[in-house]
Structures are given as C-alpha cells and as structure tokens.
C-alpha cells in the first residue's frame, strides 16, 4: 500500500510531535503493577489484574477543541469526554470475553501500527481499530460472535462503521476479500 504523503497528518495525534513526558508509568491501585500510559489514553486494563486504571494526566490536546475530534478519534456523539471509542471497544469487550496479557500486548502494538499507517490513507480509524480488536478476541475461535454488534452500539459507533467492521472481520476470518480500503489496512496490519 502506497502512503499519500500529501495528506496532513493530526499533529495532536502524531508522536513526532509528543515530549518525553507525554509517554509515562503509574502504578495500578488495585495490585501495584507498573502501567505506561500515552498523555491521550483515557484508561486502560492493568495486565496483571485486569482492573481498569484511570488516566490521572490525561491530555486530549487539540481533541478538545478540533472539529474533525470525531473522525480522528471516534467520539461518541454527545461525549465530552473525548475518549476514543477503540478504547470502549477494548474495554466492553475485556468485560465479556478474556484476552491473555500477552495477546492484548499484541493487540496495542498493532493498534500503534494502524496509528503510523492511518496517516496516509483515507480508512476510518474507528473502523480499522475496531476490527483490529475484535479479531485480536475471537482469532482462536475463527467465528463471529454476535454478541459484537452489541458492544460497538454501546461503545457509540454509529450504524455505518458497525457494517464496515462486520464487513472486514468477517472476510478475515473466513479467509475472502471485501471491496473496503479498511479491510486491506487490516489485513495487512493483523497478518
């Protein structure tokens, strides 16, 4: 896939752009283990206890205020809190279904990859990102569990994206191709 170095890139969201201190650890409240958070991560799921963790110095940057925040970051309509919506995916679906710590390490570094491949296409991130953790919980299983649509309509993402994550994780799993810019993101990206 051919990058479209003409197409700007958020410079809220682009690492380049960060300071050292914008990438750093706590330690969880409920057991102790060491967490490293990025400044724009509203919360994680500690790996060792699986309790989630609050991001205590959170910086949203120029989500606050950017009227393209919604494209960039997924935002559910009426959310001020501007959390991207892959990490409500990621946390309704560690409250359904487990995910080992080794395999949800492998979902965020895949998700970082999306994040540098994302800036020269014209892919929905919510949908890439989506896919890209659905896939990562069900990949042993090989199937679709509906239970999925649920928790993307309870993570705010609207009717369209939901058909274009259904769309990519379904052809993954079964091994077909679909006519989406996200699903060749994905596949190569989860492959």
């Known amino acids: 896939m051919k990058l479209?170095?003409?197409?700007?890139?958020?410079?809220?969201?682009?690492?380049?752009?960060?300071?050292?201190?914008?990438?750093?650890?706590?330690?969880c409240q409920h057991c102790g283990n060491e967490m490293e958070f990025f400044k724009d991560e509203p919360f994680l799921n500690c790996k060792k206890c699986g309790n989630e963790a609050k991001n205590p110095r959170i910086?949203?940057?120029?989500?606050?205020?950017?009227?393209?925040?919604?494209?960039?970051?997924?935002?559910?309509p009426g959310n001020n809190s501007a959390s991207p919506v892959i990490e409500k995916v990621k946390a309704l679906l560690t409250s359904q279904f487990r995910l080992d710590a080794d395999a949800m390490e492998k979902l965020e570094k895949a998700c970082k990859k999306a994040d540098d491949v994302l800036g020269g296409t014209k892919c929905d991130p919510c949908v890439v990102k989506s896919s890209l953790a659905v896939l990562f919980f069900f990949k042993d299983e090989k199937k679709y569990y509906d239970s999925v649509a649920e928790i993307m309509e309870k993570a705010g993402i609207n009717k369209d994206q939901q058909e274009r994550i259904s769309t990519v994780v379904k052809a993954i799993i079964s091994g077909t191709d679909a006519d989406l810019d996200e699903f060749k993101t994905v596949k190569k990206i989860f492959n």
């Open 4 to 27: 479209d170095n003409t197409r700007p890139r958020c410079p809220g969201q682009d690492t380049r752009f960060w300071k050292p201190e914008d990438i750093f650890t706590i330690n």
């Open 59 to 76: 910086d949203l940057g120029c989500a606050k205020w950017c009227k393209f925040a919604d494209q960039c970051l997924g935002r559910t």
